[in-house]
């Protein structure tokens, strides 16, 4: 027998939850479609939830009804499928958002009835239901590259007598045959804006980004659609969310750093690493921003130190290495290899983000133009 509550109480009960985390009551118009479409509708038998200690563990309906349910209408992200790495390493590969960011995004979007969306990314589909109650479905597209979860959304929005336009594509291309689109909305990060979303929204649309660094994932982009084809908005300090298939790459940090036969230039630094790879999210977003291409992950299994802060480019070219013994917080360890320096540059950029008063994330300003096949981005502050 189960216990959980009527979909009507828990979707008032996950309302207060999210008007708690955002300060303010969640606008009528979003609060009327978080009602029109029940979220467990959009879930899997199946989802997984952080155990506590680092990974996640499953959550079964048929097993643990009222837990998963209770689930369903917490302001939390559900992982709702995970993809083998090349090493055997599962990772998550699809999830559902946590509620109040997605409510954060859809505020950001300022969507309205008659507005022609695209979203990138559909995942369970419960964002493009909530779309196609405020836009009305047959002003919804959206896309996903995996066909599984293309099926499974589109079941999911049938039964919650939604009908967006659901297509299984390469979300980098956008969705040519019913553009122009008013709205654009990403459920997925980048590291570059892909040309075809800045070529299909119309001047004065809008675009919201999940935003990536190979130094920090988060963070999220409004953007508006100049008439000259370029888009400028800034930052705002919400949003982790899985980067864009299409520019994930096999670049991570490995255990076989330094490679043999290299030679690391040695130093000192008075910088403490968690400094800008610790708590500070502002310090990691405005390091990832000028340092482009470095990305870092921690050892604390590595001889010769305590814990090590290792750095790499995205071309696998230039490493270095930053330790701290143990002991004394006031002088570390260095090693640098490589055309680039990259701890050099970390300091630099940490050198500006103190000079320039440690701007939050959102005195960040993106300006986005078309550069031949691409787009470039240009930052600066507000």
Wanted: charged share 20%.
């Amino acid at each position: 027998m189960t216990s959980h509550p009527a979909p009507d109480e828990a979707i008032g009960d996950l309302l207060d939850q999210i008007t708690e985390q955002l300060g303010c009551p969640v606008p009528a118009h979003l609060r009327a479609a978080l009602r029109a479409v029940p979220r467990h509708l959009f879930l899997p038998p199946t989802v997984w939830l952080r155990d506590g200690n680092g990974d996640y563990e499953p959550c079964e309906r048929g097993n643990a009804p009222d837990r998963w349910w209770r689930a369903a209408y917490r302001d939390v992200p559900l992982v709702t499928q995970f993809a083998e790495g090349p090493d055997g390493d599962r990772a998550p590969s699809s999830s559902a958002s946590m509620p109040s960011v997605v409510v954060r995004m859809l505020m950001a979007l300022n969507a309205r009835a008659e507005h022609a969306v695209l979203e990138i990314g559909t995942g369970t589909g419960f964002n493009a239901a909530l779309l196609s109650v405020v836009c009305g479905a047959g002003n919804v597209t959206s896309l996903d590259v995996d066909p599984e979860l293309t099926r499974r959304a589109q079941r999911a929005l049938k039964a919650s007598g939604q009908h967006p336009d659901v297509v299984c594509a390469d979300g980098a291309d956008g969705w040519r045959p019913n553009a122009p689109y008013d709205r654009l909305i990403a459920t997925c990060a980048v590291r570059t804006v892909p040309l075809p979303w800045l070529e299909q929204t119309v001047a004065g649309g809008r675009l919201v980004i999940p935003w990536d660094t190979p130094w920090c994932n988060f963070g999220t982009l409004t953007a508006t659609k100049q008439s000259d084809g370029t888009a400028e908005g800034s930052l705002a300090p919400y949003g982790s969310f899985m980067l864009l298939r299409a520019q994930q790459v096999d670049a991570e940090l490995r255990g076989d750093i330094p490679h043999e036969g290299q030679e690391p230039e040695r130093s000192t630094t008075g910088l403490s690493p968690w400094a800008v790879a610790g708590n500070d999210l502002d310090a990691q977003m405005y390091v990832g921003l000028r340092v482009p291409g470095a990305r870092h992950a921690w050892d604390t299994d590595v001889q010769g130190a305590h814990t090590r802060l290792w750095l790499a480019d995205d071309q696998a070219t230039s490493w270095a290495g930053v330790d701290y013994d143990g002991r004394q917080t006031s002088t570390f360890a260095v090693a640098q290899y490589g055309p680039r320096r990259l701890w050099d540059e970390v300091v630099q950029a940490h050198e500006g983000y103190v000079s320039a008063g440690r701007p939050g994330i959102e005195r960040h300003r993106l300006r986005i133009s078309p550069e031949g096949l691409r787009t470039r981005h240009e930052v600066s502050l507000a």
